[in-house]
């Protein structure tokens, strides 16, 4: 494991620089993926035009939904680029293949070399026509960075006044609009449509009809920024298993209070960052200049090992979005929510963002027995038992029946899915990866943390399980029967340690130990990674075995 130290608690060097760079020329086209080169297409048969459309299908299938389309580009990666009535002849056949399959077209870029043109074209299915693509990011930083009035004004589509107006409805409790500090978990949905056109409630009403209108949906996952809600982040972060983390930083606060312990966070669960620098409005081009270098500086600690990439135009976004998962790259955005300033290079970016599981991965998930992760539950008085969460693999329709649990004893019992709704929606099935709303008929008492599984499956429970963990901070020793809060999935469960290979650990210690849950059972996956806790505390954890109840 990576040393994380430099996250939590512990000052150490950060002058060390590991050099990187953004490869800027595209690679060789490959059959994977969903990513297609074309030198032109220009006036192809209909046997020709057949092949096409049943190409850019594949490349639909590979990226969910999206595919990108280099036109002007030969297979070797070579921009030789077209004139440009060759360039506008290009782009209406790729109009007329989209269209063929539902598709609409949205030009990224066009950039000239020496007279010729080539263009980077983004091809997206209509929402009617596939299962929305859902990415979930979770959106960290210290208390008063501008997390929730960034938030406010991407989800509502008005600029913030500079007094926290745009923040205001994001906020669920008097306490939180009183100190302006978000303290519990709440969630805010911004879509995409064909063309690439954000929508928000600045033009329609309801997450239903923003959901119904979009082609991408965006679920922000708004945690809370202040020390003493510490418990409420870890238990956000490992619950709703965001796919992307946005670290937001005041440009004039700078990394401070809980800034670079929530970073580490997101690198110990091994969730894609990228960083927004808030609040430029208020500070001076030096003081901006100055929180960007700190920035950098901790991105390439070893512990990080980030490649820090300012971004600054529309190429760097769409170089940024093309790398954030395999080069390791951190894209960087200096914004305002008062002027305005960078939002629409992040709502770009947004647009963007790739899935992070393969069709071929996606489709394998697809195929086993259905897990459902139980988030939080509601009884309503028409309905009954209602429980929200995610499902991890599977399909679930309405009529499905799984078996919920496990219970005080490790029992686990059937239950009926009456209905299934996503943003308000009625559904007709749920997918992998994909959140939503069951209601339950025949259920019994629910606690968060269970989970719903196919009964032909024989789900167990376990009070031991064995991991290989790492102590990412610790003011003294820990050693057997040491307890502490562990965050595992939706589960969050005092357990104590029982066994342990070393007689005692220190900060970026390392051991194999045995955990107890002391009070129930609980339903975990083997190879889970996880965190715990206790008063300042921190640790990260690794799954190695599961002890099932006899």
């Known amino acids: 494991m990576d040393k994380l130290a430099d996250f939590f608690g512990i000052e150490t060097d950060s002058s060390e620089e590991e050099t990187s760079t953004v490869v800027r020329s595209l690679p060789p086209e490959i059959e994977e993926g969903n990513i297609e080169y074309k030198l032109k297409l220009l006036s192809p048969s209909p046997y020709r035009f057949e092949h096409l459309v049943t190409q850019m299908k594949w490349r639909l299938k590979e990226g969910l939904g999206e595919a990108i389309y280099e036109i002007g580009v030969e297979d070797c990666g070579h921009m030789t680029g077209l004139r440009q009535d060759e360039m506008e002849a290009s782009l209406e056949t790729l109009t007329k293949m989209a269209e063929r399959l539902g598709a609409s077209i949205s030009l990224i870029r066009q950039v000239e070399l020496d007279g010729r043109f080539a263009a980077e074209v983004l091809v997206r299915l209509e929402s009617e026509r596939q299962h929305n693509l859902d990415i979930r990011i979770a959106v960290l930083g210290n208390a008063a960075a501008g997390k929730s009035t960034l938030l406010g004004v991407l989800s509502q589509g008005e600029l913030d006044n500079g007094q926290g107006k745009a923040r205001l409805n994001l906020f669920r409790h008097v306490h939180e609009i009183q100190t302006g500090r978000t303290s519990s978990i709440s969630q805010e949905l911004v879509g995409f449509d064909g063309q690439g056109q954000l929508m928000n409630y600045s033009t329609l009403k309801s997450a239903a009809e923003i959901c119904e209108y979009s082609s991408k949906l965006v679920t922000f996952i708004d945690l809370a920024g202040h020390q003493k809600y510490t418990k409420t982040t870890i238990f956000g972060l490992t619950t709703y298993e965001p796919l992307y983390a946005m670290l937001v930083i005041s440009a004039k606060g700078g990394l401070a209070g809980t800034t670079k312990e929530h970073l580490g966070f997101a690198l110990a669960l091994e969730v894609p960052v990228f960083v927004?620098?808030?609040?430029?409005?208020?500070?001076?081009?030096?003081?901006?200049?100055?929180?960007?270098?700190?920035?950098?500086?901790?991105?390439?600690?070893?512990?990080?090992?980030?490649?820090?990439?300012?971004?600054?135009?529309?190429?760097?976004?769409?170089?940024?979005?093309?790398?954030?998962?395999?080069?390791?790259?951190?894209?960087?955005?200096?914004?305002?929510?008062?002027?305005?300033?960078?939002?629409?290079?992040?709502?770009?970016?947004?647009?963007?963002?790739?899935?992070?599981?393969?069709?071929?991965?996606?489709?394998?998930?697809?195929?086993?027995?259905?897990?459902?992760?139980?988030?939080?539950?509601?009884?309503?008085?028409?309905?009954?038992?209602?429980?929200?969460?995610?499902?991890?693999?599977?399909?679930?329709?309405?009529?499905?029946?799984?078996?919920?649990?496990?219970?005080?004893?490790?029992?686990?019992?059937?239950?009926?899915?009456?209905?299934?709704?996503?943003?308000?929606?009625?559904?007709?099935?749920?997918?992998?990866?994909?959140?939503?709303?069951?209601?339950?008929?025949?259920?019994?008492?629910?606690?968060?943390?269970?989970?719903?599984?196919?009964?032909?499956?024989?789900?167990?429970?376990?009070?031991?399980?064995?991991?290989?963990?790492?102590?990412?901070?610790?003011?003294?020793?820990?050693?057997?029967?040491?307890?502490?809060?562990?965050?595992?999935?939706?589960?969050?469960?005092?357990?104590?340690?029982?066994?342990?290979?070393?007689?005692?650990?220190?900060?970026?210690?390392?051991?194999?130990?045995?955990?107890?849950?002391?009070?129930?059972?609980?339903?975990?996956?083997?190879?889970?990674?996880?965190?715990?806790?206790?008063?300042?505390?921190?640790?990260?954890?690794?799954?190695?075995?599961?002890?099932?109840?006899?």
């Open 276 to 550: 927004v620098l808030s609040k430029t409005d208020v500070c001076t081009e030096d003081g901006i200049a100055e929180t960007l270098a700190l920035t950098e500086s901790i991105l390439k600690l070893p512990g990080c090992r980030k490649v820090p990439f300012p971004v600054v135009n529309k190429e760097d976004v769409i170089m940024a979005a093309a790398n954030i998962i395999k080069d390791n790259v951190c894209p960087i955005f200096m914004t305002s929510s008062v002027t305005g300033h960078g939002l629409d290079l992040l709502i770009l970016f947004l647009n963007l963002l790739p899935p992070m599981v393969s069709v071929k991965d996606r489709e394998k998930l697809d195929q086993e027995r259905p897990e459902f992760k139980i988030e939080e539950m509601y009884s309503l008085s028409d309905v009954g038992t209602v429980v929200g969460g995610t499902l991890q693999c599977g399909v679930i329709k309405p009529g499905d029946r799984l078996v919920v649990g496990p219970l005080g004893h490790g029992e686990f019992v059937p239950v009926t899915v009456a209905s299934i709704r996503r943003f308000g929606t009625p559904s007709q099935s749920l997918r992998t990866g994909q959140s939503a709303s069951l209601a339950l008929s025949n259920a019994p008492k629910l606690r968060k943390g269970m989970v719903l599984v196919a009964a032909d499956v024989q789900p167990s429970a376990c009070l031991r399980f064995e991991a290989d963990i790492e102590i990412l901070y610790h003011a003294g020793a820990i050693s057997k029967g040491f307890q502490s809060t562990v965050h595992i999935g939706n589960v969050c469960h005092t357990a104590v340690i029982e066994s342990m290979d070393q007689e005692c650990l220190s900060t970026n210690d390392s051991a194999h130990v045995t955990f107890r849950f002391l009070n129930r059972p609980e339903c975990i996956r083997p190879h889970a990674r996880f965190l715990f806790r206790e008063s300042s505390t921190k640790g990260l954890g690794h799954v190695t075995e599961i002890h099932p109840l006899p």
